[in-house]
């Protein structure tokens, strides 16, 4: 059985059909005038070969192609896109099944951080009353390693909420380089996680050896195609409207290879895309169905994930804002806009601006958290952990999240609301009426073991003391303590004499490791 | 028989059932005999009513103080159990006057003076019933008068005054004036509570005693009883 996610019952919907026709069509006129830019030279000849306007528009020996896609190539490609994407793991039981028109959420991790952020607690002490201590969590930068990326996915392994694992930690150990990097990620976290991985391609040489292992995992080529344990995820249109080569060229190969795939664009309002709500939507969607349209003209039926990462320019700094409240009314309209295709949609929440877990924190990603997951997206980044607008992993946060969304699945669960339920509460109504007390207590019991009552937060302190970080933390150590299933010896054995450069270190069948 | 029926007691305490329509904690009891039927039972055949309460309802009520503990049993479970050892109770009471055998003792408990709220008086009352005193509710908006009468005719060792309203806790101490007044004041050990008193208006109004909670509320009382139970 795959895993459940959570059925959203009645997804919320900011935007109207008539305006998601609107959206479509101006998308549509987008990729006909002024069309996109192609920087890669194989997509625009693909383009080309079934019937787009390309014009080379090449300068300051910069190869480039103007690109105008028809409406017709777009509509054949949307059609032939899966509208069911399965997403494999190595546990069968944490298979994800996404429909395109079903609004069933499934909660991932990501993005890829450079920076890994510690935490401990040391205790100060007062300088009028040395009896008086308190410990306060200080946080520490580093920049992540192998190691940690091995810990994240063991912690995303038992984290309940979690359904799925992007790498979340940039490897920048010594002995990483761009030649190994893929290898080592896609080993690290599927090694430590049961879950499906998905992540990014540093290197596209790497694409074989990281798919050949996959395949040793899985049990074979056939294997793989039947249950895929990895995916990919390309941002091969740079905004405003632009293939990129190298990030175009991988998806082309991904493609190829039939393994699933999100197109995935992140144009920011105000700069890198309109500032206005429709005009952001019009851009973002012409790039995720010009890149999907790529897709199906390299590989048709290939399985690929609609995949929106829109965000909104601060106006102090004009970086990133993913805290702000525009950012959630995007990613809430593109979840509209996926569903409208039947192509199942990667969002975004959660990801916030500060540095550190905190109030700001917390409010920012809760905030986005409840709104994008009430929209019914099927695969949710749902930024576990992450903090600075996706440039820094902590776990303590990572685990801090998974509280949240222990509350947000449960919100999200259908009405208990029929006519047998109401039948029998009239009844106990009148008993309990007819007692002294007149108290329903007795009735809580077998509701409470049922599973029908949300759990109180996990971290919450005496009422006047707030301990969340030290009692997340301590839930921290459990979850590290607590064993991984790791890829059993043969198949470990088998990769590290197969695929080259793999770090001996990762080897948990190594003696005197 | 005797055997049996004390531990079905004891069973049934731990499971909460008050009767055989209840469905306990675990599944298929419905139907099968609860605590107040188990009492009838007991009673008919002549059984000890000193084994009945110290070896059916104390000892199954000290399981699920421990399962508490444990936490496998949560407070509503606790309740169950409470109302079930209260209901027990109840039934075994005359006949505890008729043996001459001592309850650990009596509390009057009220909601004072324009206040409705008695979710928390309720909570107390399951509690010190299931702990084996006898409790007199008095319910809710009770005139200080009314409950001087009570305390007069009933005799109790404790008194328990309730409020939830900022606007009502005054009443409390009008209370306790009240009975001053009428000179029973020392007749009986007052406590309190309700959301907005504290043991710091308690004392300010000469009560002896607050229980933040129902668990306080019944340690409060136990404590005090100490020097108190079974003495009227």
Redesign the interface.
Known sequence: MPREGILVNKPLERISSEQVQQIHEASIQILKDPGLLSFNRRAAEIFHGHGAEVTDVSGDGSPCWLVKIPEKLVADALASTPKTVKLGARNPENTLVMKGDEPRVFFITGSETNIWLDVDFPTYVSKSDASKEIKVPEFHQRRGMVADLCDSAHVCEHLETVDGYIRTVNIQDKDINEDNKDVNKFFASLNNTTKHVMSGLTNLKQLDNVVKMAELIAGGRDKLKENPIISFITCLVKSPLQFVDDTTETFMEVCQRGLPIVVSSSPQAGTSAPIKEAGIMAQINAEVIAGITLGQLVNKGTPVLYGSVPVMARMDTLGDSYGSVETSQYNIDCVQMARFYKIPNYSTSGVCDPKIPGQQSSIERLFSNIVVALSGPQFLHCAFGLLDCNSIFCLLQAVLDDAHFKRIKFFLNSPRINEPELTGIQQQIREVVAT????F??H???V?RSGEISAPYPFEGDGSSDNVFALAYERLQELLAKPVEHIDEAATSKIFQEIPGLLPRLNVYREGR | MTEEIISLIRENVVQ?R?TRD??G?DEGMVGQPGVTELIEEALASGMGLSDIISKGLTEGMTIVGQKFEAEEY?I??M??SA?AVGAAMEMLEPHLTRSGIKSKGKIVVATVKGDLHD?GK??V??LLRGAGYIVK?LGNDIEPQAIVEAVREEKPEFLGLSALLTSTMVNMGDTIKALTESGLRDEVKIIIGGAPVSEEFAGSIGADGYGADGFQALAVVESLSSGTAGSK
């Open positions: 002294p007390q007149k108290m207590i007795r809580i019991r077998p409470m | 909460g008050v209840d469905e904690m949560f509503p479970d309740l169950a109302e979710i309720n909570i009352t399951i509710d």
